[in-house]
């Protein structure tokens, strides 16, 4: 039997669902695994760990197991990306005008005065200690996980249901899978029209994984009149001027599948299918401005 629970985290609508013969009780304390995630994750929380640590200014700050664990997975996900996929981009973000959570943005706010520029250090780069888990963030460089820690936090809870039986979690696009369902069957996840969001474009049979979706058709809004969204293309520093309007990716892992979907939108549909063609496991349906869609040569292996 099926059991699903469905609620509201990171700003994002999420589902945690369990395939075993009676409702789990770890299914009933998802919300608060979320909640408490949020508290050490969330840039929009004064008091958060992240906020502390983007106002530490160059002091060594040591951070808890689960912000050293989000930082080192957004180090993994910079590198696989060549640094397309950064979480040093709180600047350009502030810049465009995303400088409160989504709900609360104002559809158009004044220009920002300063030219967009490219962050100054790679996260990579940034002095860390592992054996204290110690980081310094360079002055005037901050940090946004965005949606490295939806991912990171969708595995987790997937990691923490399984005992109970074969789980999905869906953080907000970030899908996570234990592995087949209890008689063997995949998974089914649709992928909606972001034209039609109510319509699946397509459905995924994925047994084990993860998939994730990455678009500019939902977090947008307007700075000075000039329309703005939440992906960076760090290159430039400002929201990456691209094709794609939303890109879907499955892989061996919901975090590798973030990363490689923001990778995509950022490239653009022909350079950002190449690359992946190039990494040869992932697979990727995209949806351009236009409405056409494109796809990846094995991604019909998953229909």
Same mark, same amino acid.
């Given at each position: 039997?099926?059991?699903?629970?469905?609620?509201?985290?990171?700003?994002?609508?999420?589902?945690?669902?369990?395939?075993?013969? *009676?409702?789990?009780?770890?299914?009933?304390?998802?919300?608060? +695994?979320?909640?408490? +995630?949020?508290?050490?994750?969330?840039?929009? @929380?004064? !008091?958060?760990?992240?906020?502390?640590? #983007?106002?530490?200014?160059?002091?060594?700050?040591?951070?808890? /197991?689960? @912000?050293?664990?989000?930082?080192?997975?957004?180090?993994?996900?910079?590198?696989?990306?060549?640094? @397309?996929?950064?979480?040093?981009?709180?600047?350009?973000?502030?810049?465009?005008?995303?400088?409160?959570?989504?709900?609360?943005?104002?559809?158009?706010?004044?220009?920002?005065?300063?030219?967009?520029?490219?962050?100054?250090?790679?996260?990579?780069?940034?002095?860390?200690?592992?054996?204290?888990?110690?980081?310094?963030?360079?002055?005037?460089?901050?940090?946004?996980?965005?949606?490295?820690?939806?991912?990171?936090?969708?595995?987790? &809870?997937?990691?923490?249901?399984? =005992?109970?039986?074969?789980?999905?979690?869906?953080?907000?696009?970030?899908?996570?899978?234990?592995?087949?369902?209890?008689?063997?069957? /995949? +998974?089914?996840?649709?992928?909606?029209?972001?034209?039609?969001?109510? *319509?699946?474009?397509?459905?995924?049979?994925?047994?084990?994984?993860?998939? &994730?979706?990455?678009?500019?058709?939902?977090?947008?809004?307007?700075?000075?009149?000039? /329309?703005?969204?939440?992906?960076?293309?760090?290159?430039?520093?400002?929201?990456?001027?691209?094709?794609? @309007?939303?890109?879907?990716?499955?892989?061996?892992?919901?975090?590798?599948?973030?990363?490689?979907?923001? &990778?995509?939108?950022?490239?653009?549909?022909? =350079?950002?299918?190449?690359?992946?063609? #190039?990494?040869?496991?992932? =697979?990727?349906?995209?949806?351009?401005?236009?409405?056409?869609?494109?796809?990846?040569? !094995?991604?019909?292996?998953?229909?």
């Amino acid at each position: 039997m099926m059991h699903r629970l469905e609620f509201h985290a990171m700003g994002s609508r999420m589902l945690a669902v369990v395939e075993a013969e *009676r409702r789990p009780p770890e299914l009933q304390a998802v919300p608060s +695994w979320f909640e408490a +995630w949020e508290q050490i994750l969330s840039r929009f @929380l004064p !008091n958060s760990e992240l906020s502390r640590l #983007n106002q530490s200014s160059g002091r060594e700050v040591a951070l808890s /197991p689960t @912000l050293w664990e989000v930082y080192q997975a957004a180090c993994e996900a910079e590198r696989l990306t060549d640094g @397309l996929v950064t979480a040093v981009i709180l600047e350009a973000l502030m810049r465009a005008g995303y400088e409160q959570s989504f709900e609360r943005l104002p559809c158009d706010s004044p220009a920002f005065s300063l030219t967009p520029e490219p962050p100054s250090v790679r996260l990579g780069d940034v002095p860390a200690e592992a054996s204290t888990r110690t980081l310094v963030l360079p002055p005037g460089t901050g940090l946004d996980f965005g949606g490295i820690a939806k991912g990171w936090a969708a595995q987790r &809870a997937v990691e923490r249901l399984r =005992a109970r039986g074969p789980a999905l979690v869906d953080a907000g696009g970030d899908i996570a899978v234990s592995g087949p369902r209890v008689h063997g069957e /995949p +998974w089914p996840i649709g992928v909606a029209d972001p034209f039609q969001p109510e *319509r699946h474009l397509e459905v995924i049979h994925l047994e084990a994984g993860g998939v &994730a979706t990455s678009g500019r058709d939902y977090r947008r809004w307007a700075r000075g009149g000039i /329309p703005q969204h939440h992906i960076i293309d760090p290159r430039y520093g400002r929201p990456a001027e691209t094709d794609v @309007l939303t890109a879907t990716v499955i892989a061996p892992t919901v975090l590798e599948a973030e990363a490689m979907a923001k &990778a995509i939108l950022i490239l653009g549909s022909r =350079a950002g299918l190449a690359w992946l063609e #190039n990494l040869g496991v992932p =697979a990727a349906l995209l949806v351009l401005d236009t409405g056409e869609r494109r796809y990846s040569r !094995n991604f019909e292996a998953y229909l």
